[in-house]
């Protein structure tokens, strides 16, 4: 029976970060994982084949649209579908082989299975080569899968998830989509560059929920100009395949008939059949395993948790920053995660990002606090490349100026986020932006010019 100072449950953004982190730590490490190719959720089906794509389309729309404005004639423009869909997966596999690797590099045990759990400091590799082993300690890192919704009938070809999104064999020429959270528009985005009637349907009022509401109106009032059509306050009652032809059902609205239906109403955590039930790991209502945030500890001593699995953003970067926290804990070391300070990003095309809190969380919970805005249109790098749309807006605390919040609609967001989410780490105050020298022409100048804003002393504007 193979003895280990850590088994890995799971090898995503968290549980291959963890390994790594604790390999270096000097720890003897295993992983478990059930797919062929490491990564995860994210790498295989998830971040990275999604803005492979994202990348790909929007070249595509450029050249169909754009790129006249800056003098580039082009003629005869066509989508190769095959090809972008082709390089999508290249993108994939190298990355997962470079993580197999790094496996390698950091002398990190890999078993191919599933992991189950069945008794402290002992897992299950089921599959074809079934093995159990030992471990000191236990980190769960399973992540999380496409929830489902109550009459919508998923074929895993006309219907499906993410997954099956990703891979569309041509172009649809009528996508609904429900549910308009970040999967949703994006993957949206992507087959409407592509020529494909888009109509996203939404339980809420709004588009991205959680999101800034400010920044969320008008990344949806931007979206709206290039061919999403929104219904918003649609309660989805079905979806089924009919004659070949999907229709959806809607609770008061004639049916939608359409080619093909993206779900993304959320996700679940793969906290099943891992063995927690036998163990009795506490989990709350919706399946998230209850931790000790200070350790990552499960209410089992010496079974660890991070990632999609626990209560939280459902981010990779923030499953990263658990896995090297945990890690860096279970060696004695300080274990701690900022949660004010992770960033979250949609790739839509302006991107939209944000760290922080937004401005109706500060309202609910009674902090005063000063805005800055400054729009993109009074930055002379956005007049340069033709990237205007948009705007920064830093929210900072009204009696000791300490950034709270900064919510980014624009050009290359998901990049300027960076420094505002330094500048939260660190505590700095809305006024250590503004004397912070920003090169000139930059996007990033408009984070200064907003947080001059936040002062009402904007220089550009």
Not at 121 to 128: C, D, F, I, L, R
Not at 145 to 155: F, M, Q, T, W, Y
Not at 172 to 195: D, F, Q, S
Request: hydrophobic letters at 40%; charged letters at 20%.
């Amino acid at each position: 029976m193979p003895e280990h100072d850590l088994v890995v449950i799971g090898a995503g953004p968290g549980g291959y970060v963890a390994a790594i982190r604790a390999a270096q730590l000097g720890m003897n490490v295993a992983c478990v994982e059930f797919e062929n190719a490491l990564g995860g959720t994210c790498l295989r089906i998830g971040c990275i084949p999604s803005k492979a794509l994202l990348e790909a389309s929007e070249l595509y729309r450029m050249a169909q649209h754009h790129l006249a404005e800056f003098g580039v004639g082009v003629e005869g423009v066509k989508l190769d579908l095959a090809t972008m869909m082709k390089r999508k997966d290249g993108v994939v596999s190298s990355l997962t082989n470079g993580i197999a690797g790094l496996f390698r590099k950091n002398k990190i045990t890999r078993y191919l299975g599933r992991g189950r759990i069945v008794a402290p400091g002992k897992v299950a590799v089921e599959g074809t080569q079934p093995i159990e082993l030992t471990a000191k300690k236990i980190l769960i890192a399973t992540g999380s899968r496409s929830a489902p919704l109550k009459g919508v009938e998923i074929d895993g070809s006309l219907i499906g998830t993410s997954t099956e999104a990703l891979a569309y064999p041509e172009v649809p020429k009528h996508l609904v989509v429900i549910g308009a959270g970040v999967i949703g528009l994006e993957l949206g985005c992507v087959w409407a560059r592509l020529g494909s009637k888009v109509t996203v349907l939404e339980y809420l009022d709004r588009i991205l929920p959680g999101m800034d509401t400010e920044i969320a109106t008008e990344a949806q009032k931007i979206l709206q100009k290039q061919g999403l059509e929104f219904r918003l306050g649609m309660r989805v009652t079905g979806a089924r395949v009919v004659n070949g032809k999907c229709v959806v059902e809607c609770d008061g609205q004639a049916p939608i008939e359409c080619d093909r239906v993206l779900l993304a109403v959320g996700r679940l955590p793969n906290t099943d059949d891992i063995g927690l039930e036998k163990l009795n790991v506490a989990r709350n209502q919706r399946g998230f395993i209850t931790i000790d945030p200070h350790s990552f500890e499960t209410s089992i001593p010496g079974i660890y948790a991070i990632g999609d699995c626990v209560p939280g953003a459902m981010l990779a970067h923030k499953a990263e920053e658990e896995g090297i926290a945990c890690a860096e804990g279970m060696a004695g070391k300080y274990c701690h995660v900022n949660y004010d300070a992770i960033p979250g990003v949609v790739y839509t095309d302006p991107e939209i990002a944000s760290v922080g809190k937004t401005e109706e969380q500060l309202k609910d919970s009674g902090i005063p606090y000063r805005k800055g805005i400054f729009p993109f249109i009074a930055n002379g790098r956005a007049k340069a490349i033709g990237r205007t749309e948009g705007r920064v807006k830093i929210l900072a605390h009204a009696e000791t100026d300490r950034v709270l919040g900064v919510h980014i609609i624009g050009a290359h967001a998901g990049d300027l986020i960076a420094e505002a989410a330094a500048a939260i780490e660190f505590g700095a105050s809305s006024e250590d932006i503004a004397r912070t020298s920003h090169a000139h022409p930059t996007l990033a100048e408009a984070i200064k010019e907003a947080a001059f804003a936040v002062d009402g002393r904007t220089i550009h504007l």
